[in-house]
Structure formats: structure tokens, C-alpha cells
């Protein structure tokens, strides 16, 4: 049930997250790596998106949740860098207009990895297979 909860709170961060990058697009910039060599605007509106789509796969998929933490997961992980982008340039954005704000959400960025894998059940079946004999296993392949 707390895993539920957990889950609905995320899929609503990600919705209101990805509908601000269509409201607040320039405010998004500060995070878009100076080497990125894409347009930050399509970076902004592309990542606006996934988010999107992350969060209604997060309340409407709910047979491929496991699935649906893997990729958000991995989001997180991809965004990382502009985050880290934007403590290095000394960007103010979000609210974050010193070093030290920047580095404290710096720090919650693998909490949202680990939110995204304990809420959608990715963790626990991920190590369920770990834990089953090689025998038992559906690929044949290496434990």
C-alpha cells in the first residue's frame, strides 16, 4: 500500500514536472548541458515529455511497473548531468541560487532512482531473479 502511495506521489511529481517545462521553458535551460549539441529549447520540450509519459505510465500501466521503473530509473540517471551542469556553471534556476542549494539537490537525485525502483516493485523482482537457482531460470543464462 505505501508503495501505492509512493508511486502516485512520483507519477504526480513527473506529470507537474513535465507540464512545467511547457510553462516555465526557458527556467528548464539551466539545466541543458553548454556541450549538449542540441537545442536547448528541443532538449527542454523533449524532456517535458518523457516526463509526461513517465508519469501517466507510472498510474496507467500498472501491469509493466516493474518495467515502467526501470526507464524512469534510467532518466534519472540520464538527466544527472544537467543537474550536475547546472551546480558547475553556478546557474540559478528552480529556486537554486547558490552552490550549496544546487549541491544539496545534487544529493537527491539517486533518492529519486531509488524511489523509482522501490515503488514500482523493479528492485524486489530484480532480486527475486537474482535469487532464483540458474536452473530455474527462464533464459538458461548465467546467475
Not at 517545462?21 to 542540441?38: D, E, I, M
Not at 501491469?63 to 551542469?85: K, Y
Request: proline share 5%; aromatic share 14%; with cysteine.
Amino acid at each position: 500500500m505505501i508503495a501505492t502511495v509512493a508511486r502516485v506521489i512520483l507519477a504526480a511529481f513527473m506529470l507537474f514536472a513535465g507540464a512545467a517545462h511547457f510553462f516555465s521553458r526557458t527556467t528548464f535551460y539551466a539545466q541543458v548541458p553548454p556541450w549538449l549539441p542540441l537545442n536547448a529549447d528541443f532538449v527542454v520540450i523533449a524532456s517535458g515529455v518523457v516526463e509526461l509519459a513517465l508519469g501517466a505510465a507510472l498510474l496507467l500501466w500498472t501491469r509493466r511497473r516493474v518495467a515502467v521503473g526501470w526507464v524512469l530509473a534510467a532518466f534519472f540517471v540520464a538527466v544527472f548531468p544537467g543537474n550536475i551542469s547546472q551546480f558547475i556553471t553556478h546557474t540559478d534556476a528552480f529556486g537554486l541560487d547558490t552552490d550549496t542549494a544546487r549541491g544539496i539537490r545534487l544529493l537527491f537525485q539517486p533518492v529519486l532512482v531509488v524511489w523509482a525502483l522501490w515503488c514500482t516493485g523493479a528492485w524486489s523482482a530484480w532480486r527475486r531473479a537474482r535469487a532464483r537457482p540458474s536452473s530455474a531460470r527462464s533464459d538458461g543464462g548465467p546467475a
